[in-house]
């Protein structure tokens, strides 16, 4: 009986630190969707001296999630998420309004792709 | 090549520990969920291991998953007969007084080949011999003979045989076994009279000494 109720706390304790996972990850996911939007606005408007510092911050703040993403999430996936950051960085750089929106739209697709994994949906099951 | 080495080392452990908990019958005769978790436990660790660029845990939690529910369910068979009948099956009847049971042949998709097989494989070649065939859950088939087919025991004989007594190896390859000499109420010295009784001068030069309950000894030295 010790072994069943042990495997059964086990299991438990999994699937909380699976839905506190995913309530991390989301708030995670949505923190860096915040910082890119704001990088976009500014750049919208046409304030690309301010748009600029605000994605190299956005970029820290990926960056300095390595010690979660590496555990959590598969790495082609961090590859490309960090590519689509970088290609943004670029075109705010180049000051280029139109690659700007393209790459935003990357970016913005590719983080809630994340999001999307971690969470509980039949798309996602299945 | 060391993300390799690590993962290998940390899922070796991980399989050796699920499987160990798990018990002895996974390396055997295995159940039909017991292979199950069996084939998937080694697929999935090999996954992360191929391809280090997913995360080790995508090997893991499944595996941990997998080995709880594993444990819950054999718990709950050994309490449930129902439980049992639903996850393992029940044993079949597939020979009833020499005759074979198509119907039970059919059910379990067992041919006739497969049926004679078992059969030689047991040192049978005709089924009138067999009382009951019966097919386990675990896929063996069990077989009863006829009691005209049975060997005749020492009872049935009238013959006194004496009782099986169980052999304690007392020195392994040189190394002496002190918990199973206490078991039996035995020390040293009563070991280096035995090896001086066998012309031997120490437990390095044994390569087994096993002693019975009844009080039998068998040595066999190492070879020179």
């Known amino acids: 009986m010790r072994k069943e109720l042990a495997a059964a706390i086990i299991l438990a304790l999994l699937l909380t630190g699976v839905m506190v996972n995913i309530r991390v990850a989301s708030n995670i996911i949505l923190s860096l969707k915040e910082d890119v939007t704001a990088a976009y606005q500014s750049a919208e408007k046409g304030d690309f001296d301010r748009a600029k510092p605000q994605l190299d911050a956005a970029v820290e703040h990926w960056m300095s999630l390595d010690g979660y993403t590496h555990i959590f999430i598969r790495h082609s996936e961090i590859n490309s998420t960090t590519e689509a950051y970088f290609q943004l960085k670029s075109d705010i750089y180049a000051e280029d309004m139109g690659a700007v929106e393209g790459s935003y739209g990357l970016l913005m697709a590719t983080l809630d792709s994340l999001m999307t994994m971690e969470q509980l949906s039949l798309g996602s099951i299945f | 090549m060391a993300i390799i080495f690590v993962r290998t080392v940390i899922l070796y452990f991980a399989i050796l520990i699920s499987m160990r908990i798990m018990g002895k019958r996974q390396l055997g005769e295995m159940e039909i969920s017991e292979f ?16 280090i660029g997913i995360p080790l845990l995508n090997g893991l939690v499944p595996i941990i998953i997998m080995f709880c ?12 007969v129902k439980l049992r009948k639903l996850t393992y099956g029940r044993p079949e009847i597939i020979i009833r007084n020499g005759r074979i049971i198509r119907e039970a042949m059919h059910k379990n998709r067992f041919t006739l080949d497969e049926l004679m097989q078992e ?21 063996q088939l069990s077989i009863i003979l006829k009691s005209g087919n049975q060997p005749a025991t020492a009872s049935q004989m009238g013959v006194d045989a004496d009782d099986v007594s169980y052999a304690h190896i007392i020195i392994n390859e040189g190394r002496i076994l002190d918990n ?18 066998q012309n031997l001068r120490s437990a390095d030069e044994v390569y087994i000494l096993t002693l019975s309950e009844n009080g039998s000894v068998f040595c066999q030295a190492k070879e020179a």
């Not at chain 2, 199950?36 to 291991?49: E, G, Q, S």
């Not at chain 2, 529910?69 to 449930?80: D, P, T, V, W, Y």
């Not at chain 2, 059969?119 to 896929?139: F, H, K, M, S």
């Open chain 2, 36 to 51: 199950i978790v069996a084939a998937l436990i080694a697929d999935l660790a090999a996954t992360p291991l191929q391809d």
């Open chain 2, 119 to 139: 059969l030689r494989a047991q040192g049978l070649t005709d089924t009138a011999q067999v009382e009951y065939a019966v097919l386990e859950t675990n896929g």
């Open chain 2, 180 to 197: 199973n000499l206490k078991l039996l109420g035995r020390d040293r010295r009563w070991l280096a009279n035995e090896l001086k009784r």
């Open chain 2, 69 to 80: 529910f594993e444990i819950i369910i054999a718990g709950l068979n050994m309490r449930s």
